[in-house]
């Protein structure tokens, strides 16, 4: 398509042909089969593109941020689901590339790079407040790990996660467990989801497992995600960009079967407002240090995404309620970004940019 050429032609012809060629046909297929996650995740191996964040001696892309950020948008607005599982990977890679354990990242980085393993991440549980969810603690020859992952999508997909727990000192451990459902990790069944099932997430209870030393990352002073998610409140915005620009294809599609003139003049209007969310959500986050640019930013992309799922099933009508059309495909998908790594002030921010419009009309003046 025409838009996504134009819009991501720095990615280059080999990645656009991936989305264009491979993902796009199939991203109904990879919103509700499993198997076809797999064989999505097989062809981005294929093609090198599982290793975007590691270094190429590790047989890894070593793109740059903006990159990372325009392919992560690229493939939401393609496919949704796999972009979504995907990038559990890429940020396991990620993780384990900042490691100083270089015997780790050199058994592991080259298998996750290649396809060969993958990886998952079980981080949320560091968001609850209280008594730590999922504990760490200090033994001879490594930590042992006793809680609960609350989220942990990939099951049957990965085969490793990278997770994080709070140590009795108030450090945050990272190292590599194997997702394999032993006595000590134990699984939930599927979780039912509206979106994303096909994404795998359970959680699990973690039994005193112990993992060594040698599989360890690193730690990181305090609570690490609350420092994290205060710089990064800008990062997730490319999936809800994607989310939106895949809204505005299914109404371009709808204008081709019927011209009508009001799906044709709404698509142009929301582009044009994409494109100017776009450019101010990455300069957001290429400038961290204004905490309020960075929320509003992330807000008005979940927002925008949302205005343009619903389009989409307007403009596609009766049949954009049948869960096989692409409209009711992007809808749910942006329910999906309107929440991932979902902060409270995230949280206060989107529906903050929700109500901006009715909070400012007075009731009972028309309707």
Not at 15 to 32: G, H, K, N, Q, S
Not at 82 to 89: M, N, R
Not at 290 to 309: M, T
Request: proline fraction near 3%; charge should be negative.
């Amino acid at each position: 398509m025409k838009a996504i050429e134009t819009t991501f032609s720095d990615l280059g012809p080999d990645v656009l042909d991936f989305l264009l060629a491979w993902v796009r046909p199939r991203a109904m297929e990879l919103d509700a089969e499993v198997e076809a996650i797999r064989e999505g995740l097989s062809e981005m191996a294929r093609r090198g593109l599982l290793g975007l964040r590691a270094g190429k001696e590790y047989g890894g892309m070593d793109v740059s941020d903006v990159m990372f950020r325009a392919f992560q948008e690229a493939l939401a607005r393609c496919s949704g689901a796999l972009a979504f599982v995907q990038t559990q990977h890429q940020s396991a890679v990620r993780f384990l590339a900042q490691s100083p354990n270089e015997d780790l990242k050199k058994r592991y980085l080259p298998r996750w790079c290649s396809g060969e393993r993958m990886s998952g991440i079980a981080f949320s549980q560091l968001r609850k407040p209280g008594k730590a969810v999922l504990s760490a603690r200090k033994t001879e020859g490594g930590w042992i790990l006793d809680g609960r992952m609350p989220w942990l999508t990939g099951w049957g997909i990965f085969q490793d996660c990278v997770a994080a727990a709070l140590t009795e000192d108030g450090q945050t451990w990272f190292g590599v467990v194997e997702m394999k459902a032993t006595d000590r990790f134990i699984p939930s069944e599927i979780m039912r989801l509206a979106s994303m099932e096909v994404g795998q997430t359970v959680s699990a209870e973690v039994r005193e497992l112990f993992v060594p030393d040698e599989d360890t990352l690193y730690l990181r002073d305090g609570n690490w995600i609350h420092d994290n998610d205060m710089i990064n409140i800008a990062l997730q915005s490319p999936f809800a960009l994607g989310c939106a620009g895949a809204g505005i294809d299914v109404m371009r599609e709808a204008f081709e079967r019927k011209p009508i003139e009001a799906i044709g003049r709404a698509a142009d209007v929301l582009e044009e407002e994409l494109m100017r969310c776009r450019t101010e959500a990455y300069a957001a986050m290429q400038d961290r240090s204004d905490r309020q640019r960075s929320l509003r930013a992330r807000a008005w992309a979940i927002e925008l995404a949302g205005r343009c799922a619903h389009a989409a099933v307007a403009a596609s009508g009766g049949q954009g309620n049948s869960v096989r059309h692409p409209a009711q495909r992007v809808y749910r998908e942006a329910l999906v970004f309107t929440v991932l790594a979902q902060t409270v002030p995230i949280l206060e921010a989107t529906l903050d940019r929700m109500t901006r419009t009715s909070s400012s009309q007075s009731v009972g003046k028309g309707s």
